[in-house]
């Protein structure tokens, strides 16, 4: 009886609480904004997720689905060597350092660090102050004004939201994958070693392998936490919508909760599949 109600807790919460609100969401999504009215029709309809697959909706889609990828793949390419460092090759000592200095930030405001990526990215910031004292603000402007392939010219808004992205999410990859490398057993590599491996092959053949879990773990935050974000998007650069910031001006400024609600499972959508891949990956073992 007492195991029943202490299991009944977290059930209750799951299924009501969360379950629910996902459910009323999902209702919510078959009405309709009456846009001559300014009210919401109640009636089932499917013209809301018909309004949904539009050009502009599915362009932010596509906008906020290309950043969360690359910030996963840049995260991925920092933290590797990091964390290989401290779970393989440091002192005790020297690893309770840089594993302080990974999780210090997580210790401060999250809007504070944005906001001081604000005054960093700034026309009157260290970053352009830096650039003009070596002569070359100029050229600096014109690079990041070519063009992208297949896709709209590169601005310093969209760069920098990825390197605040990348700073802020970058500790959530590297402990994932620093407690894989140090669950891979020396004796593994010792043995590569033996049969005269070379060590790059020994990391790609032994270490990589065994660390895919943890790398895959990490690609669960770093991602899903990009997918979902609108503050950085907002305060970083010319606001250029994705998923989060269009949602929060469908709800709040058009007033559309049909609209916000069916954009919210673009998102829940695009997680499962990436959830599913990282299942098959391992990635639920190392978190």
Do not use: C
């Not at 995260?75 to 393989?88: M, N």
């Amino acid at each position: 009886m007492r195991l029943a109600l202490l299991l009944g807790v977290p059930l209750f919460w799951m299924v009501g609480v969360y379950g629910g609100s996902l459910a009323a969401l999902l209702v919510q999504s078959f009405f309709r904004l009456d846009s001559f009215a300014g009210t919401i029709d109640r009636s089932p309809t499917l013209a809301t997720w018909r309004d949904l697959f539009t050009d502009a909706n599915m362009s932010v889609a596509a906008r906020t689905i290309g950043m969360a990828s690359s910030v996963t793949l840049a995260s991925i390419v920092i933290a590797l060597p990091l964390a290989y460092f401290i779970a393989r090759h440091a002192s005790r000592r020297t690893k309770a350092v840089l594993v302080l200095a990974v999780m210090i930030p997580l210790w401060s405001s999250y809007l504070v660090r944005v906001y001081s990526w604000k005054l960093i990215l700034s026309a009157d910031g260290i970053v352009n102050w830096f650039f003009e004292r070596l002569g070359i603000g100029g050229l600096l402007d014109a690079v990041l004004a070519l063009p992208a392939i297949g896709g709209p010219s590169l601005s310093v808004s969209y760069i920098g939201q990825f390197l605040v992205f990348v700073y802020i999410w970058l500790p959530y990859m590297v402990l994932p994958i620093q407690a894989a490398l140090e669950r891979v057993p020396r004796s593994f590599i010792e043995a590569s070693a033996d049969l005269g491996a070379h060590p790059a092959t020994t990391f790609r053949k032994v270490v990589w392998p065994l660390a895919i879990p943890g790398v895959a773990a990490g690609s669960i935050f770093t991602f899903s936490l990009t997918l979902g974000d609108y503050i950085i998007p907002t305060v970083i650069g010319d606001s250029s919508p994705f998923i989060g910031l269009a949602i929060y001006s469908y709800q709040g400024v058009a007033g559309n909760l049909p609209l916000a609600a069916a954009f919210a499972f673009v998102p829940i959508a695009v997680m499962g599949l990436y959830l599913f891949g990282a299942k098959r990956l391992g990635a639920f073992e190392a978190l």
